[in-house]
């Protein structure tokens, strides 16, 4: 692997692990996952292919941040606004 796509792959690594601390299931949960999946692919030599996976974790990231602005919203909803439904 490139050292340039290396910094990359530490990088969106470190991201993801940040991320993860707030996650649903919790962070232990997240950590798991993430470093299976990690190691998953640590034999990929092709630069082409790495790209396309910092490419897919670089989705999984805008994911969770709006997973994370959701919740966010909808706590602030339900704490300032009454349900005018029910």
Do not use: C, H, T, W
Not at 42 to 49: G, I, L, R
Not at 58 to 64: G, H, N, T
């Amino acid at each position: 692997m490139a050292s340039s796509l290396r910094g990359e792959v530490l990088n969106l690594y470190k991201n993801l692990l940040y991320l993860g601390r707030e996650y649903p299931k919790g962070a232990d949960y997240f950590r798991s996952r993430l470093k299976a999946a990690f190691l998953k692919n640590k034999d990929v030599k092709d630069p082409e292919k790495i790209k396309q996976l910092i490419a897919r974790g670089e989705f999984v990231i805008k994911e969770l941040e709006a997973l994370y602005f959701l919740r966010k919203y909808r706590a602030l909803k339900q704490r300032y606004y009454s349900d005018d439904n029910k």
